[in-house]
């Protein structure tokens, strides 16, 4: 049986100046860089920085919860608040607090029914979402690293059909969502140019339209 100091000679005896090298080469191939920015780029739309006042309300069929702000990471006067990336499909807004807490639910009740019909709507475009979601951090990632070029191919056509017909039901829907035309432009040209964000349409969508009214003080 091997000793611990053999263990320790054989772990010293290593090339490291190799392994780094090989460890380098293979971290910024083509395919790993690429992986890397879209999870990247997943992963930033699930940071925001709000006030200290301003939890966001994530709603989930007839139940809601408040997530509050980071208050020991801040930037100038907005504190970051993480919301749970695989939770992509939920419907955010942000509302205002009055310093009750318990107000901010009883709002909240009253403002969830009030836009009952914008919450219905943003449901009808989950399958499409979670399709999205399953071709750009797994399929995608797997076709490049293990997979012919073809199926990469593949999987990226498959991806921009999807977001097309993400931004289509968006569109049909763009009045019932309270989505004007410029804030219709942007979306497209964001999904289109950077398809991670496409993922979080349902947060972008309900953040922005909904956002708009949720304060205490109507």
Same mark, same amino acid.
């Given at each position: 049986?091997?000793?611990?100091?053999?263990?320790?000679?054989?772990?010293?005896?290593?090339?490291?100046?190799?392994?780094?090298?090989?460890?380098?080469?293979?971290?910024?191939?083509?395919?790993?860089?690429?992986?890397?920015?879209?999870?990247?780029? #997943?992963? #930033?739309?699930?940071? +925001?920085?709000?006030?200290?006042?301003?939890?966001?309300?994530?709603?989930?069929?007839?139940?809601?919860?408040?997530?509050?702000?980071?208050?020991?990471?801040? =930037?100038?006067?907005?504190?970051?608040?993480?919301?749970?990336?695989?939770?992509?499909?939920?419907?955010?807004?942000?509302?205002?607090?009055?310093?009750?807490?318990?107000?901010?639910?009883? #709002?909240?009740?009253?403002?969830?029914?009030?836009?009952? =019909?914008?919450?219905?709507?943003?449901?009808?475009?989950?399958?499409?979402?979670?399709?999205?979601?399953?071709?750009? =951090?797994?399929?995608?990632?797997?076709?490049?690293?293990?997979?012919?070029?073809?199926?990469?191919?593949?999987?990226?056509? =498959?991806?921009?059909?999807?977001?097309?017909? +993400?931004?289509?039901?968006?569109?049909?829907?763009?009045?019932? +969502?309270?989505?004007?035309?410029?804030?219709?432009?942007?979306? +497209?040209?964001?999904?289109?140019?950077?398809?991670?964000?496409?993922?979080?349409?349902?947060?972008?969508?309900?953040?922005?339209?909904?956002?708009?009214?949720?304060?205490?003080?109507?």
């Amino acid at each position: 049986m091997e000793t611990y100091s053999g263990w320790f000679h054989s772990f010293a005896g290593w090339n490291w100046e190799i392994l780094w090298q090989e460890g380098l080469t293979i971290f910024l191939s083509y395919e790993n860089q690429l992986i890397a920015i879209i999870y990247i780029l #997943y992963f #930033y739309k699930c940071v +925001l920085f709000v006030s200290v006042d301003e939890p966001i309300i994530e709603y989930n069929s007839k139940q809601f919860k408040l997530i509050f702000a980071i208050d020991k990471i801040k =930037l100038g006067k907005k504190y970051l608040l993480f919301i749970n990336p695989l939770l992509f499909f939920r419907p955010i807004f942000h509302i205002k607090l009055d310093g009750k807490v318990e107000n901010t639910y009883k #709002y909240s009740r009253k403002f969830i029914k009030k836009n009952r =019909l914008v919450i219905t709507l943003l449901k009808k475009i989950i399958p499409i979402v979670f399709v999205i979601w399953i071709l750009l =951090l797994i399929v995608l990632p797997i076709s490049l690293l293990y997979i012919h070029e073809g199926f990469i191919l593949l999987s990226g056509l =498959l991806l921009y059909i999807s977001i097309i017909l +993400l931004l289509l039901q968006i569109w049909i829907m763009r009045k019932q +969502l309270k989505i004007s035309n410029k804030q219709f432009t942007e979306i +497209l040209f964001e999904y289109i140019l950077c398809p991670p964000f496409s993922i979080n349409a349902i947060r972008d969508i309900s953040i922005s339209t909904l956002s708009e009214q949720g304060t205490l003080n109507e």
